[in-house]
């Protein structure tokens, strides 16, 4: 592909790609400010063999068929498509297959290629992909060769062809930026996360105020500044996995003071539920708990009240309220997963198997594992019954899912 390759409505969305300049970007143009052949960013895949769909060896093995999956091709809208009905490892292998015809597959690490727009579009999907499918070593290991994103071939205007074109700013996209930060929590040195997302949101809010100072559009900076939230909810759960809990609620706290959509307000608040009961605050859990107004929130005020009595132990005014939800058909499956929980925690062994096998839609990996976990404590035919729930929905799973952490096999 050539480095080249123009960019559709690029002036339309120039905003998107505003970035400030490198120092190394700045050393490598010169005082003349003439672009450069060298490349700096030589990226490739680290692994030459494709991720197996667990959910269709398990079928296999448990039901003798295989899953049915969707065909696609070997393009991006086909990745977004599978990543869509939750086929990850199955579009992590279309990732691999098409960096792999840019001449970025396995071996061509450190090895000079064509970087465009198009390309670091692939890179930036496959290492979200990673991130979600927890394969921490080899998504820093991919990451690697990108260094601190503040290469010279990173931007627009160092390549003479785009530069022709009017282009600058920076090719790297920003859910890429956001990951490359992140990814370091999950290395032997988790602090080094902080310093960039610190410096991402330093650079962030420099191009809002880049921005605001040139009289660009509001809805312009409006997006930049969504993304500066973004960068903010990715710096708490940073500060939240490296144990400075009360710096990372009160992140939070701040987004949803900001916070104009209710609904997002509202999943926020349930957010420092569930980080309050985690880190046993109880002052907070009732704080949150008790901001909700039943008559506005609905179910997600009973939902709040079940976690507020879960922290204080009281399983079975946690099962009532999840009743309360229940009865208005609710089918969100967490709903349903705590509600059978405090079933079991209340004795009732039986009732929290039934409330699960009744669960209308397709059962996610919490309640699959609690299925199996309650199912060998009420009945010697446990495994039939686990064989039954996954035989009715295997074909709509997706192949994100693990069936060793599911119960359903064992691992190798």
């Known amino acids: 592909m050539s480095a080249a390759a123009p960019i559709a409505d690029f002036e339309a969305e120039r905003f998107k790609f505003v970035w400030p300049e490198s120092v190394r970007l700045l050393a490598a143009l010169g005082p003349d400010g003439k672009t450069s052949n060298r490349v700096y960013t030589m990226p490739g895949l680290k692994i030459d063999r494709p991720f197996t769909d667990r959910m269709d060896d398990a079928s296999k093995q448990l039901l003798g068929r295989h899953v049915a999956r969707p065909s696609v091709k070997q393009n991006m809208d086909c990745v977004e498509q599978l990543i869509s009905q939750g086929h990850f490892r199955t579009a992590l292998n279309i990732t691999s297959q098409i960096l792999t015809t840019l001449h970025q597959g396995f071996g061509k690490a450190g090895r000079s290629t064509a970087n465009s727009f198009q390309s670091f579009e692939v890179w930036a999907c496959r290492c979200q992909l990673l991130m979600a499918v927890q394969k921490y070593q080899l998504l820093n290991e991919e990451l690697s060769p990108f260094e601190e994103l503040d290469a010279p071939d990173l931007f627009f205007q160092y390549h003479s062809t785009y530069a022709s074109l009017g282009y600058k700013g920076s090719m790297v996209p920003f859910s890429m930026r ?30 809002i105020i880049e921005l605001t100072n040139a009289g660009n559009p509001q809805e312009h900076i409006d997006g930049w500044r969504k993304r500066l939230d973004a960068v903010t909810r990715t710096k ?50 009732n704080r949150y708990a008790e ?29 009532e309220c999840l009743v309360n939800i229940s009865k208005t058909r609710e089918e969100n ?45 009420t009945s010697n035919k446990s495994e039939e019954a686990k064989r039954k729930v996954f035989d009715a929905n295997v074909d709509r799973m997706p192949d994100l899912m693990d069936p060793c952490a599911m119960l359903l096999v064992k691992g190798s």
């Open 236 to 285: 708490a759960r940073i500060l939240f996995f490296l144990k400075e809990y009360q710096t990372s609620m009160g992140l939070y706290h701040e987004l949803r003071l900001t916070e104009d959509d209710p609904k997002k307000r509202d999943q926020l608040t349930a957010l420092l539920v569930r980080m309050s009961v985690h880190v046993g605050d109880e002052k907070s859990v």
């Open 178 to 207: 956001l990951t490359h930060a992140e990814a370091l929590r999950f290395t032997p040195y988790p602090w080094q996360a902080m310093q960039r997302i610190t410096k991402l949101e330093a650079d962030t809010k420099s191009v």
């Open 333 to 377: 499956p967490r709903v349903w997963n705590n509600a059978a929980v405090c079933m079991l925690y209340s004795g009732r062994v039986k009732d929290a198997l039934n409330v699960l096998t009744r669960y209308k839609g397709v059962p996610p990996e919490p309640i699959m594992i609690n299925l199996s976990t309650i199912a060998e404590l």
């Open 291 to 319: 901001e909700m107004d039943a008559k506005i929130s609905g179910n997600s005020f009973h939902h709040h009240k079940s976690y507020q009595s879960v922290f204080l132990g009281n399983y079975q005014n946690a099962q």
